[in-house]
């Protein structure tokens, strides 16, 4: 199981920069090569739209398309937190922003947040033009 937490949302003007901080609490028993962390992010009366996401067991990376070259997914073991770093920021990625883990998956990490069973609370983005 995990507990998480986001934070580091809030407003900036287009082209701006933002860091959201995901802290991630892990119980006992699970398997940490297949564990994944991922960031999503929802507009009101849309779907929720996967953005990015890590395996902390190699470090590799995975990127939706309309956020790749601006955005960088990390993680800092020692604090159990992912970090999504958010460069040239546009209006159209105005959302609530959510980190969710999970512990089973044998190969990438999916970015559909359908995979995904442990979710944070979400921290609001928003971009003006």
């Known amino acids: 199981q995990a507990q998480l937490e986001e934070s580091g949302g809030g407003s900036v003007q287009a082209g701006g920069s933002l860091r959201l901080s995901c802290g991630v609490r892990r119980t006992p028993p699970y398997i940490y090569s297949r564990y994944c962390v991922g960031w999503f992010r929802q507009v009101p009366g849309t779907e929720r739209e996967g953005v990015a996401a890590?395996?902390?067991?190699?470090?590799?990376?995975y990127y939706a398309d309309s956020v790749k070259g601006r955005f960088t997914i990390s993680q800092d073991n020692a604090k159990n937190t992912v970090y999504l770093q958010m460069n040239s920021l546009k209006p159209e990625d105005t959302a609530m922003y959510y980190c969710?883990?999970?512990?089973?998956?044998?190969?990438?990490?999916?970015?559909?947040?359908?995979?995904?069973?442990?979710w944070g609370q979400g921290t609001q983005v928003t971009v003006s033009s």
């Open positions: 890590i395996k902390p067991w190699d470090n590799s990376t």
């Open positions: 969710a883990a999970d512990f089973s998956f044998y190969g990438p990490c999916p970015i559909a947040s359908s995979n995904y069973h442990y």
